[in-house]
């Protein structure tokens, strides 16, 4: 799953794989905004911990879950 996250007031958006399912992401960061929490906190699929400052956030991108293909599709 590719989530890409757009911070306020920074150049870059933060970029990486996850392997939660869209349903939990969507899950997770809707329950820190609809709680007021101050930060929301997400993995990727080689272990690190990404905790980004909930009034930071200006979106969230969560890519489908289909797998990538390779190679020429007829």
Known sequence: ????????????????????SAADIER???EALASKATHVSLSDEKGRLFVVPTAALTYVEIGSEEARRVGFVA
């Open 28 to 30: 997770t960061v809707s």
């Open 1 to 20: 799953m590719d989530i890409r996250i757009g911070i306020a007031n920074s150049p870059r958006e933060l970029t990486f794989e996850s392997a939660q």
